[in-house]
């Protein structure tokens, strides 16, 4: 598979080859390249950003999860934001969702209300 890293601006065109027991990337410039493509092909992960509902309030709350969750859970955390309210007041930092979907991440808030 071909992927472009995305941890620094130069954007390395990675060529990912996944055997039965073994990853190996080629194509990155240094070796946070070959680190993500290892990660991308075996298990990859993504911040989840989202808005949750605000009782007594028509703004919602931005949140975050806090570091990145598999991307297969994705659309579970999504579906879980879009159902939760929160009550005021909240701080940036604050969690809203403690081992979001049983992942181990919390999901926390990412600007006061
Ligand atoms: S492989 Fe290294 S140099 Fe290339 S984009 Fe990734 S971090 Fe940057």
Redesign the pocket.
Known sequence: MRLI????????E?DVTVTEDRVTVAG???????A?GVAEATNPVRMVTGLVKVAGSRRPLPVKTRRAIPKGRIAEITNLLANTTVIPPKRIGDVIIPDVCGTGVDVVATADF
């Not at 890293?5 to 390395?12: D, E, F, L, S, Y």
């Open positions: 890293c995305i941890n620094c601006p130069k954007g390395c990675l990155q410039g240094c070796p946070r390249g070959e993500y």
